[in-house]
């Protein structure tokens, strides 16, 4: 490998690992806002909104 090669593939590394930061925070942030600002809102799961998506599947 050539060290340009390398430092590419660093490149790439550094950037995926920013963006699954940045997913992660963005997950711990709407976790945190569900839980503790709208208590009074129930969160469909996933199965609810698949179901309600395909509801010829799912009567």
Known sequence: MEEKDIIEIKHILEDGFKKLTAAMLTVA??????????QSVDYP???E???YSHPHRYR
């Open 49 to 51: 909104i698949y179901r």
């Open 45 to 47: 799961d996933i199965f």
């Open 29 to 38: 942030y709407y976790q945190a806002n569900s839980r503790f600002i709208d």
